[in-house]
């Protein structure tokens, strides 16, 4: 029989060894990941996986000159975020902020997320017509919002206003990617609850279900704020973060 490892992972920087509680389990091909979660103690990220499961070629990098990220000096190989950065390189849903700089500590604009969510759809042909005023004619980001508003993933400010240029908060971040959830028929129905956060009652009414569905699929695991963990629902969400989400996204909801 095949040996059974049971390793705890930190992603987004949440979690310690206090935490209790399960909140969410997924079954994938590199093992069960199972999230705990506890308003006092933080929150986690478990992984149970047999050896048989390390024959997989998407083995731990270990930071070496075939290591995606290797070429950005900004992206520490030993910290949280490097096997989502990686990830996220590969699939080509992410690229640097230049030739050696990630910025893994950047916030995230809207165009950004919404480029994302457009790679991860593959792309495709843009034949609507662009309704938002201040999202200018071939601009990088100019067919992903133009195929995001047409698909319902974004709605915009209103009045045609998207700005691509705000910092995106975490809600609207959770509010997208739940858009684009629904629009695969992805939404299995499962739902967290979010008051087990002492700041819930800070989450808009409308990003309130997307939030909901985020906790319950482990998407969302929480942000520690000194000993309490909080969902930070307007807090801006940085690159590093965005990659573990959209890592998660694609491996955990879309497969």
């Known amino acids: 029989a095949d040996g059974i490892n049971f390793d705890a992972i930190t992603r987004d920087g949440f979690g310690d ?4 509680g399960l909140r969410t389990i997924g079954s994938t091909e590199y093992g069960v990941f199972m999230g705990t979660a506890n308003p006092f103690f933080g929150t986690q990220l478990w992984r149970m996986y047999s ?5 997989i070629d998407e083995e731990i990098c270990d930071g070496g000159e075939n290591c995606p990220s290797a070429r950005f000096l900004d992206v520490d190989q030993s ?8 990830y996220c390189l590969v699939e080509g849903l992410m690229v640097g902020m230049s ?12 165009a950004m997320v919404t480029t994302m969510l457009y790679r991860v759809a593959g792309c495709p042909e843009v034949e609507a017509a662009n309704p938002f005023t201040d ?9 992903a919002v133009t195929w995001a508003a047409a698909e319902g993933v974004v709605l915009g400010y209103g009045n045609g206003v998207f700005a691509p240029n705000d910092i995106v908060t975490r809600e609207q971040m959770v509010t997208m990617l739940h858009r684009y959830v629904l629009l695969q028929d992805k939404d299995t129905g499962v739902r967290g609850d979010l008051t087990i956060f002492p700041d819930a009652d800070r989450v808009r009414a ?4 997307s939030m909901a569905w985020a906790v319950g699929t482990g998407l969302v695991l929480g942000y520690t704020d000194g000993d309490v963990t909080i969902l930070n629902s307007r807090g801006d969400a940085l690159r590093s973060q965005i990659a573990a989400l959209f890592m998660r996204l694609n491996e955990n909801i879309l497969k």
Do not use: C, G
């Not at 050896?51 to 024959?55: P, T």
């Open 17 to 20: 060894y206090s935490n209790h």
């Open 135 to 143: 999202v200018p004619a071939n601009k990088w980001y100019t067919d």
């Open 79 to 86: 910290k949280w975020y490097h096997e989502s950065i990686d």
């Open 206 to 209: 409308y990003a309130t279900d």
């Open 99 to 110: 030739s050696d700089l990630f910025a893994p500590q950047m916030s995230t604009t809207r």
């Open 51 to 55: 050896d048989r499961d390390l024959s």
